[in-house]
C-alpha cells in the first residue's frame, strides 16, 4: 500500500515534518469531502488495523513523499 502514516501528537515533530503540515491539512480536507468514515492513522493505528485483518508482520518505508509504503505480510 501507499498511505499515510501520521505521527502520534505525543512525539514531537522533526523539522521535515512541521514543513509538511500545510499537506496533512490538505489531506485532512480530502478525507473529509471523499468519505464518511475514512481517516488518517498513526503507526500504531496501522499496526493495529493489519494485525487484526491477519497480516503478521509490516514494514513502514518512508519515501520522498508524503505518503508512505506500508508492506503488510499475511499469515
Given at each position: ?60 518505508r ?14
Amino acid at each position: 500500500m501507499v498511505e499515510c502514516v501520521i505521527e502520534n501528537n505525543e512525539q514531537q515533530p522533526k523539522e521535515e515534518e512541521l514543513k509538511l503540515k500545510d499537506v496533512g491539512l490538505f489531506l485532512d480536507m480530502v478525507m473529509i469531502a471523499h468519505t464518511n468514515s475514512g481517516k488518517e492513522r498513526t503507526l500504531e493505528e496501522w499496526a493495529y488495523v493489519l494485525g487484526h485483518a491477519g497480516f503478521i508482520r509490516h514494514t513502514v518505508r518512508s519515501i520522498n513523499a508524503v505518503s508512505s509504503v506500508i508492506e503488510a505480510f499475511p499469515a
